[in-house]
C-alpha cells in the first residue's frame, strides 16, 4: 500500500497540483505527511533556510530518506505523528501540507500543532483532496467513505478541508477549490491555498 500511494501520488496529474503551493514555502519549512518525499523538487531552495519533514513509520521513511540525501536541500525526516509533534512552539514560518489531511486520523488536532509550531502570521500551504462542494457529488464521498477508507488506508474522500484549517485558528489568504474534471470527482475535489495563522 505504501509504495501504490507513493506512484499515485506522483503522477503528473497531481504533481501539477502540488507545484501550484510547495514553491511558496519559505523561511524554516515543517512538512507534515511527508511520505516518500515527493514534494522535494519544488521547494524554491532561495526562499527555504531549513526542512523537517513529519510522518510516522508506514513503511516510506527510507524512500523519504533517500529522497533527501539526493537533494541539496537542508532537510531532516522525523518520524512522529504530526498529532504530536515533538518540535517546540514557533519555530516554522511555514507548515507545508499535501494530500495527507485526508488521512491523517485526528486532523483537527494536527492542525492545531500546525498553528502552533507556527511563527506569528506563519503560513499554512495545502494541497488537498477533499469534499465536493456539489450537492450530489457530497453525497457520493459520503456514502464511499467508509468502504473507501477501509481500502485506501484510512484517507477520507468527504473532508472539509478549509472547514477544518479555518476552525484551527486560520483565515484564508487564498483558497481555491477545482475539479480536476477526468471523470474521478469524488476523489479529483482538490482544495488547494494559503492560510496565515491568526
Ligand atoms: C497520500 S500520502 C501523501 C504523502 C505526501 N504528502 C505527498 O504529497 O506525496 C499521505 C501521508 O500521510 C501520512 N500520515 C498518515 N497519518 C499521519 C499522521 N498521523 N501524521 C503525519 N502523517 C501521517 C501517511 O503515512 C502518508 O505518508
New binding site residues.
Given amino acids: 500500500m505504501p509504495i501504490g ?1 507513493h506512484l499515485i ?1 506522483g503522477l503528473p496529474v497531481v504533481t501539477r497540483q ?1 507545484a501550484r503551493v510547495v514553491p511558496l514555502a519559505s523561511g524554516d519549512v515543517v512538512e ?5 518525499g ?2 522535494l523538487p519544488h521547494y524554491d531552495r532561495a526562499n527555504v533556510r531549513s526542512l523537517i519533514g ?3 513509520d ?1 513503511g ?1 521513511p527510507h524512500l523519504a530518506r533517500r529522497a533527501i540525501a539526493r537533494q541539496d536541500l537542508p532537510a531532516e525526516l522525523l518520524v512522529e ?3 504530536a509533534m515533538s518540535l517546540s512552539s514557533g519555530v516554522a514560518d511555514t507548515v507545508v501540507v ?3 489531511l485526508c ?3 485526528d486532523v483537527l488536532s ?1 492542525l492545531a500543532e500546525a498553528h502552533r509550531i507556527l511563527r506569528p502570521h506563519g503560513r499554512l500551504l495545502f494541497c488537498e483532496h477533499g469534499l465536493s462542494p456539489k450537492a450530489h457529488i457530497a453525497r457520493l464521498q459520503h456514502w464511499c467513505n467508509a468502504p473507501w477508507r477501509a481500502l485506501a488506508a484510512g ?1 477520507h474522500l468527504d473532508r472539509d478541508t478549509g472547514s477544518l484549517i479555518r476552525l484551527a485558528g486560520f483565515e484564508m489568504e487564498r483558497y481555491d477549490i477545482y475539479d480536476l474534471g477526468f471523470g474521478t470527482r469524488i476523489l479529483g475535489t482538490h482544495h488547494v491555498g494559503v492560510a496565515r495563522k491568526r
Fill in positions: 500511494v501520488c502540488r507534515i505527511g511527508f511520505g516518500s515527493l514534494n513529519i510522518n510516522p508506514d516510506l505523528s504530526a498529532e499535501t494530500y495527507s488521512s491523517i486520523p494536527a484517507c
